[in-house]
């Protein structure tokens, strides 16, 4: 089983340039989310997804938006990335979102300059 | 809004000491989570706690959930190198939709 696949592993980007990052799950979760993870602050929620077709924001989403056309998969969007928008990126799954742990991908680490 | 701590923020220890990290709530949890992320990794699920008083072991890991659901603990007995990473908690309140992440205890166990 492949899990949670996230697509690209590195990017560098120029500030203002856009990208989307593709997060892919195969275990049917119907709960995905995205993360980002700065040195000492741990993991923060940017948006997430209940199912498809829907999408929230979590605590951290300005500046980025997500899309869950599919049940599979998981799109967060960069429209003009900025320098403080450099982290490493997770996405998320889970079956229900409140009593199964998490499963992650293993990350995307973005650098803007 | 609801605030997870951790502490220590680093722990070195001498493989074969044990090592306990401490997770703390700013508001009564629902149910509290645990998991490591090793080195250049990614976060992997350990375990869900979800009763007061609650205790669980894997192995050499025990995890508690405080009386009043407001902590919780990981202690590591005779730490292996293989221990190595960062221990994150992430804990869900009464009223939230998501689980809310600790910053972590980074653990370096040294040969």
């Known amino acids: 089983n492949a899990g949670v696949t996230q697509t690209p592993k590195f990017r560098v980007l120029k500030t203002g340039q856009s990208m989307t990052l593709l997060c892919a799950q195969d275990?049917?979760?119907?709960?995905m989310y995205w993360y980002r993870q700065d040195p000492g602050m741990g993991l923060r929620l940017i948006h997430y997804?209940?199912?498809?077709?829907?999408?929230a924001k979590g605590e951290v989403p300005d500046g980025y938006n997500v899309s869950r056309l599919k049940k599979q998969n998981f799109l967060l969007g960069l429209e003009s990335a900025a320098p403080s928008q450099t982290s490493v990126y997770f996405c998320a799954s889970t079956p229900t979102g409140l009593l199964g742990g998490y499963t992650f991908g293993s990350g995307t680490r973005l650098t803007v300059v | 809004g609801q605030q997870v701590m951790q502490i220590p923020q680093y722990q070195h220890v001498q493989e074969g000491e044990d090592f306990t990290t401490y997770c703390n709530s700013s508001?009564?949890?629902?149910?509290i989570q645990w998991y490591k992320q090793r080195p250049g990794g990614h976060p992997v699920f350990l375990i869900q706690l979800v009763k007061s008083g609650e205790v669980k072991k894997q192995k050499r890991l025990t995890f508690q959930f405080g009386e009043a659901k407001k902590n919780s603990s990981l202690h590591i007995t005779a730490t292996q190198t293989t221990d190595v990473g960062t221990y994150f908690c992430a804990g869900l309140d009464n009223y939230g939709q998501n689980f809310v992440f600790g910053p972590g205890t980074r653990l370096s166990v040294l040969p």
């Open positions: 275990m049917n979760h119907e709960y």
């Open positions: 508001t009564t949890l629902s149910n």
């Open positions: 997804s209940v199912g498809e077709g829907t999408t």
